[in-house]
């Protein structure tokens, strides 16, 4: 954590930081920065409320949504077409505010939501430690300083 936090102070020591509002992502933020942190409710996890006996139960309920991400896969879930949209507004309007210099703290199906549309690719829904050296990543599709219009945009034009 401490290399990471090392490693940003370096790299972004002027950032904006934003986070989830949710009280794991706001701990883990303050463990990142001695700076302020902006909570972001739009920034939430997709919103679920069901607990789970295993993480292979959680993961089968969590690949089912993405398999129909315009319904709830289960009562009371947000859909994922929705979660993304949302993730993506509060990203866009953060950046139409602070520019690229910008650090957000958020949580694992949200941000996989935003790398698709930002990317205009299918969802990694590849199940990896981070510290399998071996696992593909998602770092080559990110560009710092680009910022690309969700896909839906780039096909009709609209801005």
Known sequence: MWQLRSALEDRAPTATWYSSDEPKAVATAHLLTAGQVQEWPALREAHRFDWFASHEEFRAAVLDAFSQPSRSARPGWEPLDYTRRRISDAVGQIVDENGDDVVLVGHGTAWTLLLSELTGTEPDL???????????????????GRRRRPQADRQTGAS
Do not use: I, L, M, Q
Not at 134 to 140: G, S
């Open 126 to 144: 590849t199940d990896r430690h981070p510290n399998d050296a071996d696992a593909p990543t998602n770092r080559e599709r990110v560009y710092r």
